[in-house]
């Protein structure tokens, strides 16, 4: 796949995040949030290195090995959305989860997450 389908599929997945999130299902629209960015992530990575990505879903990994001069601000989201990845992929406990990520957490997280797409986009 090359780096222009990795930057398409960001931005559908962000609109499906956007999706999840009118349909109230919020930690599917905060885990759709994550695999954008991975996406996103993996297209940088094939400009910069002219090969495919490693196969993972750790934001940071990716995020090191690209060696990106991220803001701060947007490192430490990078941090927390790699940290409940797996959470909102596999939760073990569904009603944790529902009280977890409500309406106003997970648009906090969506926000973050389309402004961060954004500055990838730019780089």
Same mark, same amino acid.
């Given at each position: 796949?090359?780096?222009?389908? =990795?930057? /398409?599929?960001?931005?559908?997945?962000?609109?499906?995040?956007?999706?999840?999130?009118?349909?109230?299902?919020?930690?599917?629209?905060? $885990?759709?949030?994550?695999?954008?960015?991975?996406?996103?992530?993996?297209?940088?990575?094939? @400009?910069?290195? /002219?090969?495919?990505?490693?196969?993972?879903?750790?934001?940071? %990994?990716?995020?090191?090995?690209?060696?990106?001069?991220?803001?701060?601000?947007?490192?430490?989201?990078? $941090?927390?959305?790699?940290?409940?990845?797996?959470?909102? @992929? %596999?939760?073990?406990?569904?009603?944790?989860?529902? !009280?977890? %990520?409500?309406? !106003?957490?997970? #648009?906090?997280?969506?926000? /973050? #997450?389309?402004?961060?797409?954004? =500055?990838? /986009? !730019?780089?």
């Amino acid at each position: 796949m090359d780096k222009d389908e =990795w930057f /398409k599929q960001a931005d559908y997945d962000m609109d499906t995040a956007e999706f999840m999130f009118s349909g109230e299902r919020y930690f599917y629209s905060v $885990f759709i949030c994550h695999l954008s960015i991975e996406k996103a992530l993996k297209g940088l990575y094939i @400009r910069k290195f /002219k090969d495919a990505p490693p196969k993972t879903h750790n934001l940071l %990994y990716l995020l090191e090995f690209i060696d990106l001069d991220l803001p701060e601000d947007m490192y430490d989201f990078v $941090f927390t959305l790699n940290r409940v990845s797996v959470l909102t @992929r %596999y939760p073990d406990n569904l009603q944790k989860m529902l !009280e977890d %990520y409500n309406r !106003e957490k997970t #648009s906090e997280i969506l926000g /973050k #997450s389309k402004e961060l797409l954004r =500055w990838l /986009k !730019e780089k």
